[in-house]
């Protein structure tokens, strides 16, 4: 079974430009989550979405970030203008929900390597 | 509110050695503990967890016990292998928003042949 897929696994790309990561969930699961890692804050939860709905925005940085889930299969994150300091690995996971919740495994995607100049 | 605090690295050990990677945690309620791994290069796996006071989590020769007395709950192994470096991260999720993982900071572990 194909696991969490992101692309690109690798942007370079100019300050000010559009970038847009794309994630594709593991089917059958119906919770989705993007994280940014970096050195300086470690892994920092940007979003969640549950059955296609955003429920916990809290951790996206600023307006500059949106992110989208149109389907169960796919989900977007777009930042627009791109900053250096948005320089990060971004990751995209997903689980399966129960109702009761609670201790379900987050399967993590290779991670989109972000370089903006 | 729910945070983690994990041994600081880089951990650097010779093959067969002990390893022991302590975490503890604070959290208000009943909290599901997990360890994840991330190898070069890859995102992160889960690699144990446990979900109430007493369980001991095992994959791939790797141990944790949920001590609730003592807020913690430390990976262990017996005999590492070259291929057990990576970074280790320790993490909760618990309470109304039990979806959130609060992660440690992370231990990068480095076995030498």
């Known amino acids: 079974d194909a696991g969490v897929i992101q692309s690109p696994r690798h942007e370079v790309t100019e300050m000010g430009q559009e970038v847009t990561l794309r994630c594709k969930p593991i089917?059958?699961?119906?919770?989705l989550f993007w994280y940014r890692q970096t050195m300086m804050r470690g892994l920092e939860l940007l979003i969640y979405f549950n059955n296609n709905v955003p429920i916990d925005d809290s951790g996206m940085p600023e307006d500059r970030f949106s992110a989208k889930m149109p389907n169960a299969s796919f989900s977007t994150l777009k930042i627009q203008p791109s900053e250096p300091r948005d320089s990060a690995v971004y990751f995209c996971a997903s689980s399966r929900r129960a109702v009761t919740g609670g201790g379900e495994t987050q399967y993590f995607g290779p991670g989109t390597r972000l370089l903006v100049l | 509110g729910n945070s983690v605090t994990q041994m600081e690295g880089p951990v650097t050990l010779s093959e067969e050695a002990f390893l022991t990677i302590n975490c503890t945690y604070t959290?208000?309620?009943?909290?599901?503990l997990f360890w994840y791994v991330q190898y070069p290069g890859e995102g992160l796996q889960l690699l144990l967890k446990a979900t109430k006071a007493d369980d001991k989590g095992s994959n791939k020769g790797f141990e944790a016990t949920y001590r609730k007395e003592t807020t913690s709950f430390h990976l262990e192994k017996g005999s590492v292998q070259v291929s057990d470096s990576a970074v280790y991260f320790c993490?909760?999720?618990?309470?109304?928003?039990?979806?959130?993982?609060?992660f440690g900071a992370g231990t990068t572990v480095t076995v030498r042949a």
């Open positions: 993490a909760l999720s618990e309470g109304s928003n039990d979806y959130k993982l609060s």
């Open positions: 959290a208000t309620g009943y909290p599901s």
């Open positions: 089917s059958g699961h119906n919770s």
